[in-house]
């Protein structure tokens, strides 16, 4: 029989998720960091992303459209190497 939670406990949950890995903690001390600087910085979530160890400067969408290019080209290289590999066998 399948549990069902509680909109209340899958929050509840998740909270535990976050306090337990340090999420909760690292994104307190970046807020900290944040609220002490003495002059705000034009863009606040990319002062968080530096801060978190993020590099600067970093298109993820464009790394995520050529890693899905690449998976792509993966399948298909595998296909191609899969049907030479039989027409060798046969």
Request: glycine content about 2%; cysteine-free.
């Amino acid at each position: 029989m399948p549990s069902f939670q509680t909109p209340e406990s899958k929050k509840e949950e998740f909270r535990k998720y976050l306090e337990k890995s340090g999420v909760i903690d690292a994104l307190t001390r970046v807020l900290v960091v944040l609220y002490e600087e003495p002059e705000r910085p034009q863009n606040a979530i990319d002062y968080i992303k530096r801060y978190m160890g993020a590099p600067a400067n970093v298109d993820v969408d464009a790394i995520r459209n050529e890693n899905e290019e690449m998976k792509a080209k993966i399948k298909e290289l595998t296909r191609t190497v899969e049907e030479l590999n039989s027409s060798l066998w046969f």
